[in-house]
């Protein structure tokens, strides 16, 4: 017997960090239960070669099936790429032999997809919420939208189990018409044989960096939600009280408008010297570059999640963030500060503790909250019970 996972977001020849998040995940739980991934390949007219991709390939012991899918970018069809991605993926899952339980990640299009297909071919669904997709998309203001909510508000009354990532996700699930019963919280897990404590010198020495400054570090895309505005006015405060501060950025593309629109800022703020931007990095070098840091920051005006900070917990690091929903299941009182979004002042003054070195922890403690709580084994275990009990449920 086989469970699919349905997900648009899973890295390719061409993005190979897309949806590593997926993959990883993906990996682990391969370990638990036989699946195979059916990943639709989008074909957006600004990214050539997509066309090119293989349908079929094997990656990382992963069987990858990769159909074609045109979908409508926005407008007022956005709503119907549900139905043309369950179209799209409904021969191939018909070719893979004995499906018993079709998982999707995200609940749009690829949640609304699965319960289609599941209804038509009488094979239990089960929908993962990472936050973008409620957040952007049935809880948009935009009256555009509408369509699009009512066909997520259907996917969530409709699929056999759904997986939220966090509380607060559960709780805007349910308020969209979710069953609470199918609802289940299994946070994002992250892998504790990279994401470790490592010395500080030596992350400091091979990385080029100067030793011993303060040292502020961010992870995520440089996008809107993720409050980076308000960092750099933060910084600016910050800077004032200690001039060798150094805020690295990690994430978004070098020379990217997103990355030039930040740097201009941090210019207009005066911070242009205490300000790095290094681009997309390997997975593998991202715990040096939280081993050489005080503190990550992530400061999201909303966040479904937040899996960035239990990694950097896991190097022993410390975190600030926002009450933006999925951060308040991750730090606690030991492991960081939480402040409200968009306050500059909250956020600064937070930031002066790891600065002036009053905010105390042991970096090997703090890599224990995560071992057995967060780590891979524990999380892909749940997934594996609950993919069990969803399954079990639906032939009764």
Same mark, same amino acid.
């Given at each position: 017997?086989?469970?699919? *996972?349905?997900?648009?977001? @899973?890295?390719?020849?061409?993005?190979?960090?897309?949806?590593?998040?997926?993959?990883? /995940?993906?990996?682990?739980?391969?370990?638990? *239960?036989?699946?195979?991934?059916?990943?639709?390949?989008?074909?957006?007219?600004?990214?050539?070669?997509?066309?090119?991709?293989?349908?079929?390939?094997?990656?990382?012991?992963?069987?990858?099936?990769?159909?074609?899918?045109?979908?409508?970018?926005?407008?007022?069809?956005?709503?119907?790429?549900?139905?043309? =991605?369950?179209?799209?993926?409904?021969?191939?899952?018909?070719?893979?032999?004995?499906?018993?339980?079709?998982?999707?990640?995200?609940?749009?299009?690829?949640?609304?997809?699965?319960?289609?297909?599941?209804?038509?071919?009488?094979?239990?669904?089960?929908?993962?919420?990472?936050?973008?997709?409620?957040?952007?998309?049935?809880?948009?203001?935009?009256?555009?939208?509408?369509?699009?909510?009512?066909? *997520?508000?259907? !996917?969530?009354?409709? !699929?056999?189990?759904?997986?939220?990532?966090?509380?607060?996700?559960?709780?805007?699930?349910? &308020?969209?018409?979710?069953?609470? &019963?199918?609802?289940? #919280?299994?946070?994002?897990?992250?892998?504790?044989? %990279?994401?470790?404590?490592?010395?500080?010198?030596?992350? /400091?020495?091979?990385?080029?960096?100067?030793?011993?400054?303060?040292?502020?570090? +961010?992870?995520?895309?440089?996008?809107?939600?993720?409050?980076?505005?308000?960092?750099?006015? $933060?910084?600016?405060?910050?800077?004032?009280?200690?001039?060798?501060?150094?805020?690295?950025?990690?994430?978004?593309?070098?020379?990217?408008?997103?990355?030039?629109?930040?740097?201009?800022?941090?210019?207009?703020?005066?911070?242009?010297?205490?300000?790095?931007?290094?681009?997309?990095?390997?997975?593998?070098?991202?715990? %040096?570059? =939280?081993?050489?840091?005080?503190?990550?920051?992530?400061? $999201?005006?909303?966040?479904?999640?937040?899996?960035?900070?239990?990694?950097?917990?896991?190097?022993?690091?410390?975190?600030?963030?926002?009450?933006?929903?999925?951060? /308040?299941?991750?730090?606690?009182? /030991?492991?960081?500060?939480?402040?409200?979004?968009?306050?500059?002042?909250?956020?600064? =003054?937070? =930031?002066?503790? +790891?600065?002036?070195?009053?905010?105390?922890?042991?970096?090997?403690?703090?890599?224990?909250?995560?071992?057995?709580? +967060?780590?891979?084994? !524990?999380?892909?275990?749940?997934?594996?019970? #609950? @993919? !069990?009990?969803?399954?079990?449920?639906?032939?009764?």
């Amino acid at each position: 017997m086989t469970t699919v *996972i349905l997900s648009h977001l @899973y890295p390719n020849p061409k993005r190979k960090t897309f949806g590593i998040f997926v993959e990883e /995940e993906t990996v682990h739980l391969s370990r638990h *239960i036989n699946l195979e991934v059916i990943s639709p390949c989008v074909l957006p007219r600004n990214i050539p070669g997509l066309i090119s991709f293989p349908k079929f390939e094997v990656r990382r012991g992963i069987t990858v099936h990769r159909p074609r899918l045109w979908l409508f970018p926005g407008g007022s069809l956005f709503w119907m790429n549900g139905i043309r =991605m369950a179209r799209s993926v409904y021969r191939l899952l018909h070719r893979i032999q004995r499906v018993e339980l079709l998982a999707a990640h995200n609940v749009f299009p690829d949640g609304t997809a699965a319960v289609y297909l599941g209804k038509k071919l009488g094979i239990p669904t089960i929908v993962i919420l990472h936050g973008s997709d409620i957040n952007n998309f049935a809880l948009n203001p935009i009256p555009r939208n509408r369509r699009l909510r009512h066909e *997520i508000e259907w !996917t969530l009354r409709n !699929t056999d189990g759904i997986i939220a990532v966090s509380t607060d996700l559960k709780r805007k699930a349910v &308020d969209l018409g979710a069953a609470p &019963d199918k609802v289940y #919280v299994v946070p994002n897990g992250v892998d504790t044989e %990279l994401f470790h404590p490592i010395q500080r010198e030596s992350c /400091e020495e091979k990385l080029g960096l100067e030793k011993g400054l303060p040292r502020i570090l +961010f992870g995520g895309n440089l996008v809107h939600v993720k409050g980076l505005d308000i960092l750099i006015e $933060s910084m600016g405060g910050l800077v004032k009280k200690f001039p060798r501060v150094e805020l690295i950025l990690i994430g978004g593309k070098k020379n990217s408008r997103e990355e030039r629109s930040l740097l201009k800022h941090a210019a207009q703020v005066g911070i242009s010297g205490n300000v790095r931007s290094v681009g997309i990095i390997s997975n593998d070098n991202i715990p %040096l570059w =939280m081993s050489a840091s005080d503190v990550l920051v992530l400061p $999201s005006r909303s966040e479904g999640f937040g899996v960035v900070l239990v990694e950097a917990i896991a190097c022993g690091i410390p975190v600030i963030s926002t009450l933006s929903g999925g951060p /308040e299941d991750i730090v606690t009182n /030991e492991s960081g500060i939480l402040v409200k979004p968009e306050s500059i002042d909250e956020l600064t =003054m937070a =930031m002066e503790k +790891f600065c002036d070195g009053s905010f105390k922890c042991n970096r090997d403690k703090l890599a224990c909250l995560v071992r057995g709580r +967060f780590d891979y084994k !524990t999380v892909t275990r749940r997934l594996a019970d #609950v @993919y !069990t009990s969803v399954q079990e449920g639906y032939n009764r």
